[in-house]
């Protein structure tokens, strides 16, 4: 009995040798491929989330309250300047300007009186300063009469294009209350927020910074076909965010961009001897990016690597590796820490030559 116990025993261990052999020659066959990461000198266009708004963009509010006796405009018409677009009940005001120009006359003609008979010696001198005064104050009544009486047509102060009309015919209009908005979309600006090292880097570096003409990347990922350039840097960064706002103009004649629209200002950077690694010999946990590097024991360790921007097939990294570390280009994803593995090494070059950016 005892020796079929050990006769059994044998066989399990033969057994287990020779699928942990097997196992062994499995894993010898995996093929890796190793590089390290190259510098070269390239372009990096980068993305940032944009704001477009109008050159001009105001609110037209009612500068008299009153009735909405006419709406001579529709939501979403091209208006020219001065065109006439609200007008408020005006007959008080007219009532006004007529009772001020009644009183002018009458203080008009106080004056002339005075006036003649101060020049007769008659009366003084004073009481023709006087009448001079109630005259004036009557004018200038007349001229405010007149003001608001204006007040009750509203008018475009530049041609653009009229926003939604809350207001109906015959609503009344409280002194200030919104009437409708009005934008010039000629020509159309768009902000982004840049941090404080890419701006450090933009301002101190004009030489090598590149173009600042920019590309519009609209809501549809389509680019929008006039390039922009950025002409403004706003002059404090926001305290919370850390970032500061550039501004970036785009022509417009199709009137296709809009106040309010969303899009990605695209703009490309010069980069000088950039550390860059392929794409396919990364792998991502948790909205990190990792690579297997390849110690001189040949034993494979993840590592964490900080991505700053991405090209044609590579990412651009600062952070986690340096060029002479090698890392696994093919065979990602059957490697696990640890391991140790054989290889054949690929040159940095070699690599670059098969995908989709070249060096510079």
């Known amino acids: 009995m005892k020796k079929i116990v050990l006769l059994a025993s044998a066989f399990a261990l033969l057994f287990l040798n020779s699928c942990s052999n097997k196992k062994e020659e499995k894993e010898e066959k995996v093929s890796y491929v190793v590089t390290n990461a190259a510098q070269i000198d ?3 266009t980068k993305e940032y989330v944009s704001q477009i708004r109008s050159v001009k963009n105001i609110e037209l509010r009612a500068q008299e309250k009153g009735y909405l006796q006419n709406i001579y405009v529709d939501e979403g018409q091209f208006v020219t300047t001065g065109q006439v677009l609200f007008k408020i009940m005006p007959k008080v005001y007219e009532a006004e300007l007529l009772r001020a120009q009644a009183e002018a006359k009458a203080a ?18 004073n009481e023709q300063a006087i009448a001079q005064a109630k005259f004036d104050r009557a004018k200038a009544e007349v001229a405010l009469a007149k003001l608001h009486l204006s007040f009750t047509e509203i008018r475009a102060p530049f ?5 939604r009309i809350p207001k109906k015919l015959g609503s009344l209009i409280d002194e200030g209350e919104l009437l409708t908005s009005l934008s010039d979309n000629s020509k159309v600006y768009a902000y982004f927020n840049v941090t404080e090292p890419e701006y450090l880097d933009y301002q101190t570096n004009i030489k090598g910074r590149g173009s600042n003409t920019v590309t ?5 990922n389509q680019p929008f076909k006039y390039k ?12 919370e965010t850390g970032n500061i706002a550039f501004r970036a103009s785009f022509p417009n004649s199709d009137k296709l961009l809009k106040n309010g629209q969303t899009g990605k200002v695209q703009l490309t950077v010069p980069l000088r001897n950039a550390l860059v690694i392929p794409q396919k010999s990364t792998y991502e946990i948790q909205d990190k990016q990792y690579v297997f590097v390849v110690d001189a024991k040949n034993v494979v ?15 651009v990294v600062n952070g986690g590796i340096t060029a002479s570390d090698k890392i696994i280009l093919e065979g990602v994803q059957k490697a696990k820490d640890n391991d140790k593995i054989t290889y054949t090494f690929q040159k940095p070059e070699d690599v670059l ?8």
Not at 216 to 220: K, Q
Not at 353 to 360: C, G, Q, S, T, V
């Open 108 to 125: 008009e003609i106080e004056w002339q009186n005075a006036k003649n008979l101060a020049d007769k010696n008659i009366v003084s001198k």
């Open 42 to 44: 390239t372009t990096f």
């Open 216 to 220: 519009l990347v609209l809501a549809n």
């Open 159 to 163: 041609s653009g294009t009229i926003d």
């Open 353 to 360: 030559a098969h995908l989709r950016l070249k060096a510079e």
């Open 301 to 315: 360790q993840s590592r964490e690597v900080t991505i700053t921007g991405a090209l044609p097939d590579l990412y």
């Open 228 to 239: 922009g350039k950025v002409e403004v840097i706003e002059s404090e960064f926001n305290n």
